[in-house]
């Protein structure tokens, strides 16, 4: 199991057994994937899941009624409306912005992936500062797109003097922010994305997973019709706050001319029937949707204190997670522990810049106090001789 939480990085011989790719009896894949590994966050069977940043409640009931109620209309031997139309409106009316300025796709990785189909490719470069969603990375290099990272200061915050020095020598098509950013868990205030603007002449995608725990958003950017924002790209998604994971639903807010290029790279009917009433239906649920993020918030600043208390090192957090390191323990050996105690949570311990650190998922109260148990056995134990 611990070889299945692998940190981004070189490709290593798979212990799992798991086949590759590319082997001497394969027929050769791209060379430029071979190095490549794939996204592995471990999905294991365990009784607190803590891991994926995923809400730890489930969506409204009366929404689930809705959507039965809608599948009954539903043509099924018809295509869906390629368009998304009804879905694209209510979102547009949620953000205050206008529908040809929102393009959705199944999961906002897939939106990440449109946008390098369409902006990124041989030749092009992107930016992005690390420690940040690994993600970004992966999918330039899947869509062959070259990448130049950036550092972000001690306490993982965007320091728009690197960003400027970055893209000067770079000059990327697309400069990837992540607010509130994952894994390291601060939002980029608003004054630091209007100056990643300027001094960029690409697009600035701001990865908004996490949006709604935020204190601001990039969307008011794009809504301000200010210098430059036309190449504002806000990029939200159905699977945290709207606790929607299983259904695979994300969007991008931006200028009607990145939406157009997003269509040119998707496949026909890419958004099912289902999932455009699924995320239509949602919305009519933004109340019970902000009760859940009160909830989760309120429950971060608990196991912040908590964390705090164990004398633990951890990172002011605006998301639904929080980055911390076992100070004087192996992070490996604490992720272990948890895990013998059927909780999991992200091991970081091995990504660049980030040594010894482990993330947490805020989940339910009970959760929350399970992880927090295990977390403080895990570290009244015996100091371990090798320490990461
Ligand atoms: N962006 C960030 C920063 C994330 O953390 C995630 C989920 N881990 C995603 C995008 C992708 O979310 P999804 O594809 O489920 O919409």
Not at 96 to 114: D, K, M, T
Not at 191 to 208: F, H, I, K, P, Y
Not at 254 to 266: D, H, I, N, Y
Not at 344 to 363: F, K, Q, Y
Request: include cysteine; charge should be negative.
């Amino acid at each position: 199991m611990a070889d299945l939480d692998l940190p981004p990085g070189p490709p290593r011989a798979d212990p799992t057994g798991r086949p590759r790719a590319s082997g001497p009896t394969a027929v050769p894949i791209r060379p430029d994937l071979v190095s490549l590994d794939g996204y592995h966050s471990p999905q294991v069977d365990v009784e607190v899941r803590l891991n994926t940043n995923e809400s730890p409640l489930p969506p409204p009931d009366s929404w689930l009624a809705a959507l039965q109620d809608e599948l009954g209309r539903i043509e099924f031997n018809r295509y869906p409306d390629r368009q998304a139309s009804e879905l694209r409106q209510a979102l547009a009316r949620s953000h205050g912005v206008r529908p040809e300025q929102v393009f959705c796709a199944n999961g906002s990785n897939e939106v990440l992936q449109c946008l390098l189909l369409a902006y990124g490719g041989p030749g092009r470069t992107v930016a992005l500062f690390e420690p940040t969603y690994t993600l970004h990375r992966h999918i330039a290099m899947i869509t062959a797109t070259s990448v130049v990272a950036g550092t972000r200061t001690d306490d993982f915050q965007i320091d728009p003097d690197e960003v400027a020095r970055v893209v000067a020598d770079s000059q990327p098509i697309i400069t990837f922010l992540c607010s509130p950013n994952n894994p390291t868990g601060r939002a980029d205030p608003p004054e630091t994305v209007e100056r990643v603007v300027a001094d960029t002449s690409g697009l600035v995608v701001v990865d908004e997973a996490y949006g709604q725990f935020a204190p601001s958003s990039a969307l008011d950017l794009v809504r301000s019709a200010g210098p430059g924002s036309e190449r504002v790209v806000v990029v939200r998604t159905f699977s945290k706050t709207w606790s929607m994971a299983a259904g695979r639903l994300g969007y991008l807010v931006g200028s009607p001319e990145v939406v157009a290029a997003c269509e040119l790279v998707t496949l026909p009917y890419h958004l099912d029937a289902v999932k455009q009433a699924a995320g239509r239906l949602a919305l009519q649920f933004e109340d019970a949707m902000q009760a859940r993020v009160a909830v989760l918030r309120e429950e971060r600043g608990r196991i912040a204190a908590a964390l705090t208390e164990m004398k633990v090192e951890t990172w002011p957090s605006d998301a639904n997670f929080i980055l911390f390191r076992p100070t004087d323990r192996s992070a490996r050996r604490v992720w272990q522990s948890l895990l013998d105690r059927s909780i999991l949570v992200r091991d970081c311990s091995e990504w660049p810049g980030l040594t010894g650190c482990l993330r947490v998922t805020v989940g339910l109260p009970e959760e929350n106090d399970r992880f927090l148990a295990a977390l403080d056995a895990a570290l009244e134990g015996p100091l371990e001789e090798s320490r990461i």
